[in-house]
Every structure is written in C-alpha cells, then in structure tokens.
C-alpha cells in the first residue's frame, strides 16, 4: 500500500484548502442565515470555484476539465466541505455527470461538456427521489409494485415524459439533469427505470417548492415537475430500461465522495474545537488540558482518521478494482457521515454554552453534519444492503 499523494493531487488539494480557507469558510456562516434562497445561493463561490477550475475538475481536459480521478475528488471535495457543506455539495452534484459521460450519446455529450465546462454557473442535478419513493429505490427496486411514478412513453418518435421529483439537490438551479422515469410500469426498478438528460430550458419542465433544511443551507433543494415533457431518444442515458447501470456508476463514485464531504464538515469541528481548547480556560487551566476534554478531542481525530482511511481504499478500489464491490462506498458513506455527526456533537460539547449559540461555529456544523445521515441513501438502508451483500456473498472477503 502506498497512500503517498502525486505532486498534482497535493497540488489541487492544497489549492482547495486555501480557497476553502479563505474565500467558503468566512462568508459561511451569515449566508446560512439569509432566509430567502435565491440571496442565499453562493453563485459567487460557484463562479470562484470555476475560475480555479473545481467545478469542472473531473471533465476531460479538452473541454477545460482536469481529467480528475475519484481520489483527487475526494480530496478536494474534503476541503471544500471544511469551508461550507452545502457549497461542497453543489460542485459534488456536478461532478456526478461526469461519472457517466461514457455512456451519454456522443454528439449529445460534446454539445454538453462545452458549455458546462465554459459557464461558470453550470451546476447538474440527479433526479431520482419522489414522495412516494425514498428509500425503496435505494434497496427495494426488484418490487414492480414501488411507487416511482413518474413515467415516460414514447411518441412519434420521442420521448414525452410526466411526473414530479423533491428533495433533489441543485434542482433550483441546475442547468441540465439526469431524470430516471418509469418507462416500463409493468417491470420493477431494475428492468423498467430508464435514465435521461434533461435540459433546463426544455418545455414542461419546472421548478416547484425549495425546500428549507435545517443543514446544508448553501445547497439547495427542490421539487421537479415535467408536464408533457418531450425529449428525443438520443437523450436517453445509455438506452432504454438501463438505469440501474447508470446508478451502479453513481453509486461506485459518489458514495465516496460524499463521504468525503461529510469528513470535511467533521473536519471543521475538529479543528475549531482544538483551536477553542487551547484558548478557553477553566478550572485554572485550558481546557484541553483536562483528560475529558482531551479524550473527546482524541475521538474525534480517530474517527477522521478511520473515514478518511476508507473513503481513500474505496477510492483507489473505484479506479483500479474489478469488479468493484459496492459495499466499500456504503461502508464509506455510513462510518464518515456518523463520525462527521459525533465531531459535531462533541465540538458542540467542548465549546460548552457557547456550542449552541449562534455566534460561535459549531451549532451550524451539528446541523449541517445532521443532513448526511439520511441523505445520499439512509445508512439504515446502507446497513441493510451491506449486510445483504455479504449474505449473499457478493461482498469481497478481507
Ligand atoms: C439533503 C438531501 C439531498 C438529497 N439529494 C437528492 C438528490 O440530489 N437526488 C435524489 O434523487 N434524491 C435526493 N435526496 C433524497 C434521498 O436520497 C432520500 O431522502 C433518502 O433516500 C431517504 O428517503 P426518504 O427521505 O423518502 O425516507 P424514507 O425512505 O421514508 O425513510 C424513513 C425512515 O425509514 C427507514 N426505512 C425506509 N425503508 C426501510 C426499509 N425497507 N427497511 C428498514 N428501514 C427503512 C429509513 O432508513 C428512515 O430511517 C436527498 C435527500 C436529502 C435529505
């Protein structure tokens, strides 16, 4: 094993941290507070991270993209999430797409890739979620009686899709999304779920609700309708029914990139938490100093360490692992989001009364850090596939 970073990699993270550091962190805090999302939304962040060529970081290089592999993603998407979650997780977002660029019909996708890669504000959604289908499309998708419901048929010719969406992050402002539709009712998710690209300016599209959360206020989230809806077939992803493949890449990439972002935020935590125990004085010393203060601090570097050591293995796995096995980024995804939670709760605890108040860091950390436990796949339902997995005996053994 090798964990030593290429010069480019420690390159890009660096160059993440300072902007992280510099330009996410300090403006953080009183963006979450403003109420109405449209002030909220850090198009500003968005366009910085643009410029220094993050947003589009895994895009091919010919388009203005790095060519970046799923551990440099990681590892920036760390860094952005120590300075703001919901900013991480709106360049994350957009990374997704380009995790299935090869399976994207290719005029399609040169005509795409340009103009993501060019416009500064080019954000990309992922659609899958419904009020009736949460969880069951993370692990139950072999039942045909699932109540995914939106639907798409074919017309003359094209594809006319009707339905709705919610929760779905960067569905406000997103300029092209990857919509999964029902083109099959008879069959389950599996055999009947069909995945396409939808552009924003398309006719019937529209944005519902922006749902306000608790945590993760720079990212926002939303409710999609498509009304009659047409896109013609070369706006399928991959084919007709071939979803679940498309979300298998997804699945294998994201997982541990979201878990990276969670380490970020439990980063965060950590690190204001030393900061304020070396300051903070009582009982006539600091308080790191005190063993019940020390060994918090103490867990808090453990769990890190540990998350940060499995996303990277997962990572690796992704890139260089045949077959991959998909338990790696659930594991990933559960450890790092949980640890991310306890840094948070037990940053709130070493700040003390200062922990709840506004003023000081950590309550926002606690709220952010809350929105991974089920966002992303609930790890309850993470647990249960995991578990499966080595019943099955599809897991790979140690
Ligand atoms: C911040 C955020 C961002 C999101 N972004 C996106 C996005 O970009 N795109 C998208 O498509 N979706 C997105 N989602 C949706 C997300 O994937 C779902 O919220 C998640 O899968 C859980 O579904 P649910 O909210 O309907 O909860 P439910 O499925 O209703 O779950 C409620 C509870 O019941 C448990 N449960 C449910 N079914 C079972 C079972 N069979 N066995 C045991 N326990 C079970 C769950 O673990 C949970 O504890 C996002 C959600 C959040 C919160």
Not at 31 to 44: F, G, Y
């Amino acid at each position: 094993m090798d964990f030593t970073l290429t010069e480019e990699q420690r390159a890009i993270q660096m160059l993440a941290r300072d902007f992280a550091r510099e330009e996410v962190e300090p403006v953080a805090a009183d963006r979450d507070r403003i109420t109405d999302w449209q002030e909220r939304m850090p198009w500003d962040l968005t366009e910085r991270a643009s410029a220094l060529g993050l947003r589009q970081l895994p895009y091919p290089e010919a388009f203005g993209g790095a060519g970046a592999d799923v551990l440099t993603l990681c590892l920036v998407g760390e860094e952005l999430a120590v300075g703001d979650l919901g900013f991480a997780v709106n360049i994350d977002q957009t990374w997704k797409l380009a995790h299935i660029l090869d399976k994207v019909n290719e005029p399609l996708r040169e005509q795409w890739l340009k103009r993501l890669c060019d416009d500064p504000r080019f954000l990309t959604a992922i659609a899958i979620t419904e009020p009736g289908c949460g969880s069951d499309h993370q692990g139950y998708f072999d039942d045909p009686s699932i109540q995914l419901n939106t639907r798409a048929e074919k017309k003359d010719g094209r594809w006319v899709i009707n339905g709705m969406k919610h929760y779905i992050s960067n569905g406000p402002v997103a300029s092209l999304y990857v919509v999964a539709a029902r083109t099959d009712s008879s069959k389950n998710l599996r055999e009947g779920l069909t995945g396409f690209l939808v552009p924003r300016e398309t006719e019937g599209f529209s944005v519902g609700r922006v749902h306000e959360k608790v945590g993760q206020r720079l990212s926002m989230n939303s409710e999609l309708f498509f009304e009659n809806l047409e896109v013609p077939e070369e706006n399928v992803i991959l084919g007709e029914a071939r979803m679940f493949e498309i979300r298998g890449k997804l699945l294998s990439m994201g997982k541990p990139e979201a878990a990276a972002n969670c380490v970020g935020v439990g980063r965060a935590a950590f690190e204001k938490s030393i900061e304020y125990a070396r300051e903070r004085v009582q009982g006539g010393k600091t308080i790191i100093e005190h063993q019940a203060v020390a060994a918090m601090l103490a867990d808090m570097a453990v769990g890190l360490e540990t998350a940060r050591t499995i996303i990277w293995r997962t990572a690796w796995a992704v890139d260089h692992q045949e077959p991959y096995d998909f338990t790696l980024g659930w594991k990933a995804k559960i450890h790092a989001s949980e640890v991310a939670f306890d840094c948070a709760r037990k940053g709130v605890e070493i700040f003390g009364g200062a922990g709840i108040m506004q003023a000081a860091p950590m309550e926002k950390y606690l709220r952010d850090a809350s929105t991974f436990l089920h966002s992303d796949g609930t790890n309850q339902i993470l647990r249960l596939r995991t578990a499966k997995a080595y019943a099955d005996g599809t897991a790979s053994s140690f």
